[in-house]
């Protein structure tokens, strides 16, 4: 029996900033207390997995329980903070190797970084577990690791990074993985026409460099693009056309100031370094971003959907090409602090809430 | 204490707030776009007047906050230990307030979830410049608040 509670059954009606056309969903809680639940992946077999950022893995079997015993062998993941179990991403041809892919923060308080890892799922226990890469340099404190990750049509992966917070100008050295993306082949190795995998003084990975901290990140297959969004400061959250050897400008360009209210930088543009598709200032706080392309919410298809923390809802983005159409606020009812949005198979969108008692929601219409 | 004299030890508080808070962002403008000079950003004479005029409105509000919990706590214990050090008492008063505001800061990065809230403390230089201001406002109140030297001819007895 389908273990689903419903949470709001009333049909919401919302009046579309598009223009008059009305949306209506239901709203049914999945799975709740869930420590900061961070990410959600889809298996073929019509379970879920779902990552708590307190370090545990869990699984949402098909009939929609939770199972109460966490997936066992999952790396030793250093958690404070910002800091914890991220991602969880099937690989591209998981049906053939049931490899799945978890990035974490790994290490001590006083050095610690992104680090990936691979695996496959056994019942409810990882094996074969595989550190493929680790961010360097290690870096102190629990602030700022990125940690989505996407795959390319090549099958390589693309993971998204972060600056640390203490360390911001080093998402301007090419040497190092902080502020910056990295692509990487699923085992780990590095391909050979990486952007400045031929620059003896960076970092082979690396993809991109001037991010902040990104958190977001959908390969758009049908205009075969790569769209990411990072966490601005205060003000000056982006979202961005991913291009390799591609420098995003932070900290020398933003458009946001210091939590402190300091400037960061008097620039907001500059020769060689790139604009955003569209920034959010004040911030909205992007935590997640799905590319809807289900055919439940029609209306939405080809949308970006970006899970928000700050601005406790879902943003959703209308590209034509790489301007910016409109936006629209979603399930801001809710008033939960969104961690992350996804496209089920079904059509329906799952939510995971920030909260030491998160929760998976469903959006979903008869 | 008479009320004129209250009233000017409250005028002298407030204009030693208001001297570290100023200098103190303004050192940590400084600090802030030296590292984007040494990134290769070239800052303008405009780009910097922007920005210390930016930082004085946007981040004195959270400096005057450190600052006048600082000076609270500091300034009495500055002046116990000054009565006593009466030579020193404005290197007194300075390093009460130098290290009352490195107090003040870790307590900040303790509460906050970044490692460090404020950019030009992530270095010593930075950490120490804005110390120093703040020590400067603080050893301004003790040279204005100091006891009256009595003068002429004292009779013993």
Known sequence: MINKHKYLLAAVAMAASLGAQAEEYQVEIVARNLEHPWSLAFLPDGRMLVTERA???????????????PVAGVPEVFVQSQAGLFEVALDPEYASNGRLFLSYACGTEAANNTCLASAQLQDNRLVEVDEIFRAQPAKRGGAHYGG???FLPDNTLVLGLGDAFIHREEAQNPANHLGSTIRINRDGTVPGNNPFVDSPDAAPELYTLGNRNVQGMVYDTANQRLISHEHGAKGGDEINLLEPGNNYGWPKITYGVDYSGAVI??????EGLE??????????????????DGDMFPEWKGSFLVSALAAKQVRRVVLDGTEEVAQEPLFMELNERMRDVRTAPDGSIYLLTDDPEGKVLRIYRD | MSLISVLRVILFFVLAVVVAVVLATLVQTQFNLYELQKLGVEILPADRIDSNLKDLVNFTPLMAIIVLATFICALPVAEGVARILKPWRLVVYFLAGAVGLWVAFQAVN???????????????????????????GSALF?????????RGLRVLG
């Open chain 1, 275 to 292: 604009q955003p598709i569209l920034h959010w200032t004040p911030s909205i706080a992007p935590a997640g971003m799905t590319l809807y």
């Open chain 1, 148 to 150: 989505r990750l996407a």
């Open chain 2, 110 to 136: 303790w509460y906050a979830p970044p490692p460090v809230f404020i950019a030009a403390n992530r270095e010593l230089p930075g950490t120490l410049s804005m110390m120093a201001a703040v020590g400067v």
């Open chain 1, 265 to 270: 930088s008097p620039h907001t543009e500059a």
């Open chain 1, 55 to 69: 370090g545990r893995l869990r699984v949402i079997e098909a009939d929609g329980s939770l199972r109460e015993e």
């Open chain 2, 142 to 150: 003790g040279r204005l608040v100091r006891p009256r030297t009595r």
